[in-house]
């Protein structure tokens, strides 16, 4: 075998890896890496438990049902990271039953549910974690059946309330990479936009966390044309000359809409005139695209594009879904900033994680007003954060979990549901707009 591909298979020493997950309310990624830790191959896959609900809510709900519906989440997730690992090791010539260890990162409610133990404290005041850490449990605890029996499965500690392991695996990720870098110093926002958008501001070599519900619209999930980031899926529109052209993943033929083509829509939208800044589809706008503006009230749409299978759309709703998932993560932001005495100003770098990130153009995220203008320039994305930043600490060893538990653990959290300017903010921050 090509050793660009994978280890030896004479050796069975070079055999063994170690396995490390994201769990993510949507997806489930997970990387596997050599005995020093370089990554040898990745994978993801749609998280199963979406049947039950497209939010960390509704997967609280099911679980306060009993028993039995807690571990149908529980058994449901498992298998998936069962099956990435085991189709992810025979790709590379490998037996999951090589494996030593699995390390997995995610939300609260993620992580909790994969170890077995009920979110229901999260589903009411005051948001309590039933607990904040795990100790390690061997594979056959959890019902891995492709793994060793007694390899061992970590969880890394939550942070707070819906402040998870993955928010912990981001910040040692940006922190260690600062720290290589020789920039420690810096004052970051750190933001990872996913269905349950966590909120960091690493300044004054302190960490300060929040939690804002956004929902599942930044995965395209609830967008009538909406769509995964897979194959077909536009991510980037571009007008030009009265047409509109679409960047899609694998340069296939559009099919709908991920999130990444969502906020690039709505840019487009507003530049255009189609949109107004309260987010009103206006079908009288002097523009090409308002000429193909259709439909009445909430079934107002615009198409941008020709698919397949007929035009690949945005409506009025999916825009008020939107406005919704970048008011939380806007207000969100602001009432962190102001926490820490923080200015807009003040920020060196802007850092987005997740696979959402990694893929939106930084200026749509200015010009709906998402991120201040004043960010221009200063925005990085990383990608999967949760997932390379658990990839790191295995890299380092005893020595990167006793660093990501003592920045979990001095790390200050905030509670947006208290703070008592955040409504306001939101709704404020709903209107669409640079600023």
Same mark, same amino acid.
Request: some cysteine; hydrophobic content about 40%.
């Given at each position: ?12 020493? $070079? ?11 949507? +997806?489930?990624? &997970?990387?596997? *890496? ?56 025979? /790709?590379? /010539? ?8 699995? *390390? ?26 039933? =607990? ?7 594979? $056959? ?34 922190? !260690?990479? @600062? ?15 996913? +269905? ?36 077909? #899926? ?11 052209? &679409? ?63 007929? $035009?690949? #759309? ?8 939107? =406005?919704? @998932? ?13 926490? &820490? ?8 770098? &802007? ?16 010009? +709906? ?16 954060? @949760?997932?390379?930043? +658990? ?18 653990? !001095? ?5 947006? !549901?208290? #703070? ?16």
């Amino acid at each position: 075998m090509d050793d660009r591909h994978g280890p030896s298979v004479g050796n069975r020493e $070079e055999r063994v890896f170690d396995a490390a997950c994201d769990i993510g309310t949507t +997806t489930v990624a &997970c990387y596997l *890496t050599d005995v020093s830790g370089e990554v040898m191959g990745a994978g993801a896959a749609s998280n199963p438990q979406a049947m039950w609900g497209s939010d960390v809510i509704s997967r609280i709900v099911r679980a306060d049902e009993g028993q039995a519906a807690l571990d149908g989440l529980s058994d449901a997730v498992r298998r998936s990271v069962d099956r990435l690992i085991s189709g992810l090791a025979g /790709g590379l /010539g490998l037996e999951a039953k090589d494996c030593r260890s699995l *390390t997995v990162a995610g939300n609260s409610v993620m992580e909790l549910l994969f170890m077995g133990v009920s979110p229901s404290p999260l589903g009411r005041a005051p948001f309590a974690l039933p =607990q904040r850490s795990f100790e390690p449990r061997r594979a $056959e605890e959890l019902g891995l059946s492709s793994l060793p029996e007694d390899a061992l499965v970590y969880a890394l500690p939550l942070m707070d309330a819906f402040v998870g392991g993955d928010t912990a695996a981001v910040l040692y990720e940006v922190t !260690e990479d @600062a720290a290589l870098r020789g920039n420690s110093d810096a004052t970051r926002l750190v933001i990872d936009l996913g +269905t349950n958008g966590e909120i960091a501001l690493l300044s004054g070599g302190r960490a300060t966390v929040c939690s804002t519900a956004a929902g599942p619209a930044f995965e395209g999930v609830g967008i009538k044309c909406g769509m995964p980031a897979i194959p077909g #899926a536009v991510t980037a529109l571009v007008a030009d000359a009265g047409s509109v052209y &679409c960047r899609t993943v694998g340069g296939e033929p559009a099919r709908g809409v991920c999130g990444s083509g969502l906020v690039d829509a709505v840019a487009l939208l507003l530049r255009e005139g189609v949109l107004d800044g309260d987010g009103r589809m206006d079908g009288s706008a002097p523009s090409f695209l308002a000429r193909r503006v259709r439909g009445e009230g909430a079934d107002r749409r615009c198409a941008l594009c020709e698919s397949a299978s007929g $035009e690949v #759309a945005i409506y009025q709703s999916d825009v008020r879904k939107f =406005q919704l @998932a970048k008011g939380a993560v806007q207000a969100g932001v602001e009432v962190l900033l102001a926490h &820490c005495g923080v200015q807009n100003t003040d920020i060196d770098e &802007c850092v987005l994680a997740g696979a959402f990130g990694s893929a939106i153009r930084h200026e749509s995220l200015i010009e +709906t007003g998402l991120l201040p203008s004043s960010l221009g320039g200063r925005v990085r994305s990383i990608g999967n954060g @949760a997932g390379h930043g +658990t990839v790191r600490m295995i890299r380092d060893g005893d020595e990167g979990r006793i660093r990501l538990e003592r920045l979990t653990g !001095e790390a200050h959290h905030i509670r947006l !549901e208290t #703070a008592p300017r955040f409504q306001s903010l939101f709704l404020d921050a709903m209107r669409l707009a640079p600023r």
